[in-house]
């Protein structure tokens, strides 16, 4: 069990769609994380939020906007996406910066 | 870039055996996290590291951070098909709130 909750867990969209992903933690973690990860590949980081200010962004294509609303929530807005941006999308939060993040199950997102 | 280096990328092993991962940097390390991913699952966080030469054990798991704080590992003492999985050693790239994954260790059991 995972107290990140990421919705959806599997996603197929087309290049000219717009989908988001959600994420949601309610453990007081006041940083949290967007990563991509490919097949028997590492967690790459793309963004990460700290008190929900953009801290970190890791020279992410614009067709990858996150966005915090609140210090719960995390969204990652997908826009005209790529085939090769299919991959898992894993949410992550911590209670500060250098704590052990937890992690979502992820958003396993394919591209057509 | 990637900071820190993993080593091997793959290890099978038969149930009962021991299994060990690295993990080397060329620079000093401020501290090192472990995960453990299983298979079609998760990063789950195992421990951290902060202090130099510091070792930490969990059941069958041995953690330990270099004396230089330039290397760390994971040792698992007989070994259990519950092991599976793929083991991460991240480094926190301190005042960046980044954490940088080692390419990681995939470790098979045959039981």
């Keep these: ?112 | 870039g990637q900071q820190v280096m993993q080593i091997p990328q793959y290890q099978h092993v038969q149930e009962g055996e021991d299994f060990t991962t690295y993990c080397n940097s060329s620079t000093t390390l401020s501290n090192i996290q472990w995960y453990k991913q299983r298979p079609g699952g998760h990063p789950v966080f195992l421990i951290q590291l902060v202090k130099s030469g510091e070792v930490k054990k969990q059941k069958r798991l041995t953690f330990q951070f270099g004396e230089a704080k330039k290397n760390s590992s994971l040792h698992i003492t007989a070994t259990q098909t519950t092991d599976v999985g793929t083991y991460f050693c991240a480094e926190i790239i301190q005042g960046a709130q980044k954490l940088v994954f080692g390419q990681g260790t995939r470790l098979t059991i045959n039981p």
């Design chain 1, 1 to 112: 069990d995972t107290e990140v909750t990421q919705t959806p867990k599997h996603l197929v969209m087309g290049m000219t769609n717009k989908k988001s992903l959600k994420c949601e933690q309610h453990m007081g973690h006041r940083a949290m994380y967007w990563y991509k990860q490919k097949a028997k590949k590492p967690p790459e980081l793309m963004f990460v939020y700290s008190y929900e200010k953009l801290s970190i962004n890791e020279s992410v294509p614009s067709r990858f906007s996150p966005e915090c609303p609140n210090s719960s929530l995390l969204n990652l807005h997908l826009h005209a996406l790529q085939p090769e941006d299919s991959a898992l999308y894993l949410c992550a939060s911590s209670l500060m910066g250098n704590q052990p993040q937890h992690f979502g199950d992820g958003t396993r997102l394919s591209i057509l």
